[in-house]
Each structure stands twice: as structure tokens, then as C-alpha cells.
């Protein structure tokens, strides 16, 4: 079992900036690859950015160069480093561990970017 649990979330101005932790705890030495997703009211939920422990990252187009993805193995840590924050950005943010035969989430954490 692997646990996450999100956290950074807030409301913030369009231009501005937010980093969103994810705290994982359990069995982590299982976990090959983190993602973020988001879900915006009414849609599905999509995929954000993601890292595998190799550190090789990839994003969705519409954050690239906005969003970067990392972790920090010492603490346990993924995070999410938004800048360039747009309305269009607002959601609930969830992490997300795979491990094999296994995919966990944590509770989201909500991110509202005014106009």
C-alpha cells in the first residue's frame, strides 16, 4: 500500500504562481512512476505531468513550459512547481503512484486561478 496526500492548493491570480506537494508514505520502494493530474468541474481527468525514478519527465502541452514536476527522494516528496497560472488552470489537482500492478491517489488538493 502506498499513501498520498496532497497539499499547496489555494486560490491565486491568473499570472501567479503555486507549488503542490505530495507526501507518499508506505510502500514506496515499489513506486516506479508519479504523476499529477487534474480534474476541472464536469471533465475528465486529465493528465498533468509526470516523472519516473529514472527522473525522465514529461508534460501535457498546455503546461508545458508553465509546470515542472519533481521529486525529492529523501523527504518522500513529489511536487509541482505552477507558474504562469491561468484561469483555465483551475481543478483539483491529485497525485498519482504506480507501482507494479498497482495505481494510488491521493484525496486532490483544489487550485482556483482568478481572472
Known amino acids: 500500500q502506498v499513501q498520498l496526500v496532497e497539499s499547496g492548493g489555494g486560490l491565486v491570480q491568473a499570472g501567479g504562481s503555486l507549488r503542490l506537494s505530495c507526501a507518499a508514505s508506505?510502500?514506496?520502494?515499489?513506486?516506479?512512476?508519479m504523476a499529477w493530474y487534474r480534474q476541472a468541474p464536469g471533465k475528465q481527468r486529465d493528465l498533468v505531468a509526470t516523472?519516473?525514478?529514472?527522473?525522465?519527465?514529461n508534460y501535457a502541452d498546455s503546461v508545458k513550459g508553465r509546470f515542472a514536476i519533481s521529486r525529492d527522494n529523501a523527504k518522500n516528496t513529489l511536487y509541482l512547481q505552477m507558474n504562469s497560472l491561468k484561469p483555465e488552470d483551475t481543478a483539483v489537482y491529485y497525485c498519482?503512484?504506480?507501482?507494479?500492478?498497482?495505481?494510488?491517489w491521493g484525496q486532490g488538493t483544489q487550485v482556483t486561478v482568478s481572472s
Open positions: 498519482n503512484a504506480v507501482t507494479p500492478g498497482m495505481s494510488y
Open positions: 516523472i519516473t525514478n529514472g527522473g525522465t519527465t
Open positions: 508506505g510502500n514506496i520502494f515499489s513506486v516506479y512512476f
